[in-house]
């Protein structure tokens, strides 16, 4: 089966205060990669984390908040400690286990499953035609 995997950031801290000359620096993102599978119905799982940002430096590339892309804050996620291919690959794991779990819960064999109570249904009056 096959799993579908999205990053997504789910938040930004922002400096209040220029650093090295520029407005509204990332500082952290808080970050979330999702699986789901093609199942009926699917399966899905996700992890999340958070990642810090180095600050800029005078003279650097810098892209004001506003242009930013998620792409390019996942990107930077990826540059600064989190291992994409090692997530992905938990995510994988995980969605399997759920269409395929090693453990199950079956109930116990000495009770007896519950009987669903009888509902008792009105029987409606017989009207008769008088000729």
Do not use: H
Request: glycine share 6%.
């Amino acid at each position: 089966m096959t799993t579908t995997i999205a990053w997504t950031i789910d938040w930004m801290n922002v400096s209040s205060q220029p650093i090295a000359g520029e407005p509204e620096v990332v500082l952290t993102a808080g970050w979330r990669c999702t699986g789901t599978d093609t199942a009926t119905p699917p399966n899905s799982s996700s992890v999340y984390g958070t990642c810090s940002f180095p600050e800029p430096t005078s003279g650097g590339s810098f892209t004001p908040y506003a242009d930013l892309t998620q792409a390019q804050v996942v990107g930077w996620c990826w540059e600064n400690g989190v291992d994409q291919t090692a997530i992905e690959t938990n995510i994988e794991n995980q969605v399997a286990l759920l269409e395929n779990p090693p453990v199950v819960t079956p109930p116990l064999p000495w009770v007896e499953p519950p009987v669903p109570p009888l509902v008792e249904q009105a029987v409606p009056p017989l009207v008769t035609s008088k000729a």
